[in-house]
């Protein structure tokens, strides 16, 4: 093994990061799909999904039990579980409005 030639060493470091693209979702997928292959990514999509959801059911669960140890009443119940439940409603317009507000750009970068 002999000592790389210093434009060598510099071919093989990336310049910068390429400018972010609007790729198709479908092409995200692909991509995925060739550098992962299906089987991991429909493990990952259905622990992530079985994970929300079991969340998701302990907390109803439990919040029934919570509010009667605490003897709050039926009507006020529902209020109660309304704003508990606020943040998981608002989930997809915080999605929506990072992605189309200005800190899609600002804060978001490519990491490779």
Known sequence: MGVMAQDEAKGMLPD???????????DKLRG???????????????????????I???????MDFLFRDYAVA????QVYKAIVMLPWAMKPLFSVSSVTLCLSSAIRRRHT
């Open 56 to 62: 998701w059911g302990l907390c109803l669960s439990t």
């Open 74 to 77: 039926g009507p006020r119940l």
């Open 32 to 54: 995925l799909n060739d550098a992962y292959g299906w089987k991991l990514l429909a493990i990952l999509a259905a622990a992530q999904w079985m994970g929300k959801g079991f």
């Open 16 to 26: 910068k990061s390429p400018p972010l693209r609007d790729e198709p979702m479908l």
